[in-house]
T-cell receptor, first 113, second 110 residues
Framework: NAGVTQTPKFQVLKTGQSMTLQCAQD?????MYWYRQDPGMGLRLIYY???????DKGEVPNGYNVSRLNKREFSLRLESAAPSQTSVYFC????????????FGSGTRLTVV | QKEVEQDPGPLSVPEGAIVSLNCTYS??????FMWYRQYSRKGPELLMY????GNKEDGRFTAQVDKSSKYISLFIRDSQPSDSATYLC??????????FGKGTRLSVIA
């Protein structure tokens, strides 16, 4: 019962480096989401994919790109990391049913120095 | 004004106390209301789910939604040290992503 799996769990990047955060779910969910969580700011939506083949911007998309590789996988890419992107990143998934709850991964702690 | 407002706390209570956590919102289209619990260094987990107005009870937890006042609450009875966590409210109109409150950090002291 893996649910939502995120890799890596921890990462330190230098300013300007790039990296991809991976997310996979095994619940046959249609929708997937990327959030960042910062102290005092709560969970803020970066991008989401309502269904395979579609992606949409959330509240804070600047500096990020996403790829919905297939129904199971949704990746988040930082092309040129900045210290402001230091955060904890959570991936989540849900069924397509209206008002469905989300299942979250355990998070990726990213530090950009 | 943010769509969802939640007092970040922190809130510290003695074991056995009744805890009340609250959120207000501005979007009258919201009709799905949830509470998530997040332990330190973990992802959020769904705790309570309510559709439209009314109350829902699950063990020591009760969720209330008052759509006329745009106000939701989570009550925890007989609080335990294991309830120490951050509690996030979340809501949606149904066809849009969940909007989260900032979370309230709760400590239950034995």
């Amino acid at each position: 019962n893996a649910g939502v799996t995120q890799t890596p769990k921890f990462q330190v990047l230098k300013t300007g480096q790039s990296m991809t955060l991976q997310c996979a779910q095994d619940m046959n969910h249609n929708s997937m989401y990327w959030y960042r969580q910062d102290p005092g700011m709560g969970l803020r939506l970066i991008y989401y994919s309502a269904s395979e083949g579609t992606t949409d911007k959330g509240e804070v998309p600047n500096g990020y790109n996403v790829s919905r590789l297939n129904k199971r996988e949704f990746s988040l890419r930082l092309e040129s990391a900045a210290p402001s992107q230091t955060s904890v990143y959570f991936c989540a998934s849900s069924s397509l049913d209206s008002g469905s709850s989300y299942t979250f991964g355990s998070g990726t702690r990213l530090t950009v120095v | 004004q943010k769509e969802v407002e939640q007092d970040p706390g922190p809130l510290s209570v003695p074991e056995g106390a009744i805890v009340s956590l609250n959120c207000t919102y501005s979007n009258s289209a919201f009709q799905y209301f949830m509470w998530y619990r997040q332990y330190s260094r973990k992802g959020p987990e769904l705790l309570m789910y309510t559709y439209s107005s009314g109350n829902k009870e699950d063990g020591r937890f009760t969720a209330q939604v008052d759509k006329s006042s745009k106000y939701i609450s989570l009550f925890i009875r007989d609080s335990q040290p294991s309830d120490s966590a951050t509690y996030l409210c979340a809501m949606s109109a149904g066809n849009t992503p969940l909007v989260f409150g900032k979370g309230t950090r709760l400590s239950v002291i034995a």
